[in-house]
């Protein structure tokens, strides 16, 4: 996979597998994402297992959107991603979280590869209100792993 388009890393003093187990709960990340705000499964799916589906609800002031993701990683303590694509089913980005044990907890990396096509991004640009989504997936990726520093470090 080449390089992601935004990437973050914080160190976390918590275990590889306490910080997936939040990262993989799409209840408990509606707390800590700038954008997501709460999911449900598609289909059959109940858990955070490859090949599952979630409807994702998300909201940035008060504009509104929902969008597809599929789990494509979900190796506890080491890695969780998903293929996020529009209501359309056109692509429009893979996340990933990557956990590597350090000292007494843990290096948590957030990426993003961007994956609409160049046509589809003033649309979604029009739906989201976000014209940089490069300046502002970067923003939100801090913000996200402060977060998550926090709850899992308390």
Known sequence: MPEPDVSGKIEIGAAPEVLYALVSDPEKMAALAEEYDGHRWVGD???????????????LGFRRWSTLSTITDADP???FGWEVTSVAGLPVAHWQYDFEPSGDGCLVTESMWERRPAWFRIPTSTVTGVWDRTSANRANIEATLARLKVVAES
């Open 45 to 59: 799916a109940t858990g955070p297992v490859v090949g599952a589906r979630i409807r994702d609800e998300n909201r």
């Open 77 to 79: 303590g080491r890695r």
